[in-house]
């Protein structure tokens, strides 16, 4: 209610010494204080607004040998330290209301163990006016899991191989240590570029040359183009690799999917001793691939809760171990 002077103070003629009530004025329903149109005032809209909300406990997840981060479902090389990504992280769980004005968000970082630190957060802004002002505290949990690439790079992947070969000779140490090096350079860069299946599982130096066995196509084939653009020479790609074995085709098609296998191709291991191992490292499905299997294009599948096991066709693997 807030009085104002008389016009008529001059020559005011009811009696009203020079004041006068507002008759028509709206008030809050809430609170009863002067508001517009009836509407409730800003001081009770901002006490009925959830101006701010924060997730109580974040999830960080890092592979534990190379040190990059999971964002959502993939992963990325970052280059940046701890403190950073639980900068980010603990922003990220704050969420602000739309009509939050100069929101400002003050972050401590309290490292509680190697893998997990609190965020506490002091939020503030200016809502309908009014200044707000709210604390939390964020738990930033991290977690470890071998990223995709290193998945691929401990189980083997492979994708081709490079077979450096001179013609009716052996290429000489320098041609191979050249080529070794230029491979290495080509991976570098790809890597960099953040083609992180682009990797050199490993070189072999065989008895016929040098073998660098690749993550993916992209890489050797940029490694061939590479190679022959220095070093002279040509190369031909071959789509298929001679002798490839149907399980390791049927990994690597697990792999891409993102099914972790572990693929025993151990020599001079019986298939009962591999067996024996499966179970010893709680292996939780077991597949085996034959001959007599493939003739019916399908996978022995045997779960280590169950005792029996049952014939799957390959195209539907998949989908069941999903
Ligand atoms: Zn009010
Ligand atoms: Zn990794």
Not at 215 to 228: A, F, K, P, W, Y
């Amino acid at each position: 209610m807030s009085p104002h002077v008389c016009e008529y103070m001059e020559s005011c003629t009811h009696n009203c010494y020079g004041y006068e009530m507002k008759i028509t004025q709206s008030i809050c329903p809430r609170c009863g204080s002067s508001s517009d149109n009836g509407n409730l005032c800003n001081t009770c809209l901002v006490q009925e607004t959830e101006w701010v909300t924060c997730d109580p406990r974040i999830i960080l997840i890092r592979c534990q040998s190379c040190g990059s981060i999971k964002h959502q479902s993939s992963w990325s090389d970052e280059l940046c330290d701890r403190e950073d990504i639980e900068y980010k992280s603990a922003v990220s769980a704050v969420h602000l209301h739309a009509d939050l004005a100069f929101p400002k968000i003050e972050i401590q970082l309290e490292r509680n163990s190697e893998n997990r630190t609190f965020a506490h957060l002091k939020v503030c802004g200016m809502l309908y006016g009014i200044p707000v002002e709210k604390e939390y505290t964020t738990e930033l949990l991290w977690q470890s899991e071998a990223c995709d690439r290193c998945r691929r790079l401990h189980g083997n992947y492979y994708e081709g191989i490079i077979q450096i070969r001179a013609e009716g000779r052996r290429a000489t140490y320098e041609e191979e240590e050249r080529s070794r090096e230029i491979a290495l350079l080509v991976e570098q860069e790809l890597q960099e570029s953040g083609d992180r299946l682009s990797f050199i599982t490993k070189i072999d130096e065989g008895r016929e040359g040098l073998d660098i066995v690749v993550g993916s196509q992209t890489l050797g084939e940029q490694i061939s183009r590479t190679l022959t653009k220095r070093l002279g020479g040509r190369y031909s790609m071959h789509p298929t690799l001679v002798g490839e074995k149907e399980g390791k085709k049927l990994y690597r098609d697990l792999q891409k999917t993102g099914i972790e296998v572990l693929y025993d191709d151990r020599k001079g291991k019986s298939a009962g001793e591999k067996f024996a191992d499966c179970d010893l490292i709680g292996i939780p499905i077991r597949l085996v691939i034959s001959e007599k299997t493939l003739k019916q294009n399908c996978v022995e599948l045997k779960k280590r809760s169950e005792k029996k096991t049952k014939l799957i066709k390959i195209p539907n693997i998949k989908r069941i171990l999903n």
